[in-house]
């Protein structure tokens, strides 16, 4: 025979109200409520590290900007400065283009001055309405006997290249301010209206 | 919903058998708590305390309690330093009567009835102020029976509650030993070969006796406060006249609350030519206190 096994016979006196343990199952609803407490404990943890390390990115990110926008200020400042010199180039470059068909003239004329004279102003001046003359006007300086001489030695080496118009010129205490509209026969064939002109040359 | 029935679920105390549910077995009662065993005899208090691991220490007799209220108030405050909670359990060896009885109600759940309602089960045999605890034979209409002295009980346990202790348990340590034995000696089904033995029951000072042949019950007696700790011959000159009445072949089956050494020999000369199996174990009513 088999008899059952069974739990010690209590003769102690019961409490009233004594519960039954509860079902293992629901063991489940306090080790999820301890993952969850866990999971948020984790997660805020790696909220607060994250947002500071996203903190001291974004001071290093506006330390970049404000790095890029130094630069960025420095690099204008800078370009503005390089299209002031390109600007400056550019006007030396045009005067150059512009005054290089006068450098045989200002030779002829710088080397027609002789040593007792001098060359006080020299001014070349282009109309933009006939670009094939120029007004000459200059001022020689030399003693009154050879002033005549200088300047006709002046007229002489500029009619080489050039056809002289209605000269003006005034001598006073050894002196001459000379102005001449100077024309360029090669030009000039181009121009009907200049050939029309008749030279005309002032002398007193 | 209180608060405490929130922290209980969340320590998980709530999934474990309350500290005094009689249906749940002391160790899922009290894991990983100390408590403390008392044995109660007549005028001796033993008291034995029981690891947070669930092994029981060795045992301490306090001798001469005449009483139990004085000697329990002296030793009290130590004892319950080593507790958590003051829990204990009580065993019974002294105040109580196992009889054999026959034709008691075998409805189903009639073991744990006669705690509740005991006049159903036992019938005419029901005595006001008393508590009863059965265990019956499945192979024949004889039943082994408990009775307590329900005054007495209330007594015993204010006592302790005077003295601090809460109480989780109260048994009989010899009754809990006889169904230990029944329960390793009867392993074969029903229909099969019956089995025939002598049980010989000892328990701090208690001793009982029942002749079992051929699965059948036969005779039983039991006695409170009969040896001491030192001799325990009073208790083989109680069941020596067994001798001539059980049949030569059957053995006997010794049991005690602890291992005592050269007990089986002893039973073995008063048991001439009768096989003598000693089942007891080192704390053995401890344990069963502890796993059941």
Redesign the interface.
């Known amino acids: 025979?088999?008899?059952p096994?069974?739990?010690?016979?209590?003769?102690?006196?019961?409490?009233k109200g004594?519960?039954?343990?509860?079902k293992?199952i629901?063991?489940l609803?306090?080790m999820l409520?301890?993952l969850a407490a866990a999971s948020a404990f984790v997660l805020t943890t790696l909220f607060i590290v994250h947002t500071g390390i996203l903190k001291a990115n974004i001071v290093v990110y506006n330390a970049g900007i404000a790095d890029a926008k130094a630069q960025i200020a420095n690099t204008a400042a800078e370009r503005a400065k390089l299209e002031m010199r390109i600007l400056k180039a550019t006007d030396v470059q045009a005067w150059v283009e512009g005054s290089r068909p006068l450098q045989p003239l200002a030779v002829a004329v710088s080397r027609s001055i002789g040593d007792n004279a001098t060359l006080g102003d020299l001014k070349l001046t282009r109309d933009e309405q006939s670009p094939a003359t120029l007004t000459l006007t200059m001022k020689l300086g030399s003693a009154s006997a050879t002033s005549r001489q200088q300047l006709d030695l002046t007229t002489a080496s500029i009619a080489k290249d050039y056809r002289l118009v209605q000269p003006q010129q005034t001598f006073s205490q050894g002196e001459v301010d000379y102005r001449v509209t100077l024309v360029n026969p090669a030009q000039a064939t181009n121009d009907p209206q200049e050939e029309a002109a008749p030279p005309v040359l002032n002398t007193p | 919903m209180k608060a405490s029935d929130i922290a209980s679920v969340l320590n998980f105390s709530a999934f474990r058998p309350e500290p005094d549910d009689p249906t749940a077995s002391w160790k899922s009662r009290f894991p990983n708590k100390r408590t403390v065993f008392f044995g109660l005899g007549k005028q001796t208090l033993t008291v034995r305390m029981i690891a947070k691991n669930g092994r029981p220490a060795d045992g301490e007799v306090i001798p001469d309690v005449k009483d139990l209220k004085e000697s329990l108030a002296a030793a009290s405050s130590l004892i319950r330093e080593r507790t958590d909670g003051g829990w204990c359990a009580v065993s019974l060896h002294t105040r109580y009567v196992i009889s054999l009885e026959t034709n008691l109600s075998r409805r189903p759940g009639s073991e744990d009835i006669v705690k509740s309602n005991p006049r159903t089960v036992l019938g005419g045999r029901y005595e006001r102020g008393k508590r009863y605890a059965l265990t019956h034979n499945p192979e024949t209409n004889s039943s082994i029976l408990l009775t307590f002295d329900e005054e007495q009980l209330a007594k015993i346990q204010a006592t302790f509650a005077e003295c601090g202790f809460n109480v989780g348990r109260v048994c009989c340590g010899t009754y809990t030993l006889l169904t230990h034995a029944l329960d390793v000696i009867n392993t074969t089904k029903s229909g099969e070969a019956p089995a025939s033995a002598f049980f010989f029951i000892l328990c701090e000072g208690a001793v009982c006796a029942l002749v079992q042949q051929d699965d059948k019950w036969l005779e039983l007696r039991s006695r409170t406060d009969v040896y001491g700790p030192a001799d325990v011959s009073p208790a083989l000159e109680l069941v020596a006249p067994f001798q001539s009445r059980i049949p030569p072949t059957m053995p006997v089956v010794i049991v005690a609350d602890t291992t005592i050494p050269g007990l089986a020999e002893v039973v073995a000369q008063t048991f001439e030519g009768h096989e003598v199996r000693d089942i007891s174990e080192p704390d053995l009513l401890s344990r069963l206190m502890i796993q059941s």
């Open positions: 025979m088999q008899i096994r069974r739990i010690i016979d209590d003769f102690k006196n019961d409490r004594i519960l039954p343990p509860l293992p629901l063991r609803v306090p409520f301890y």
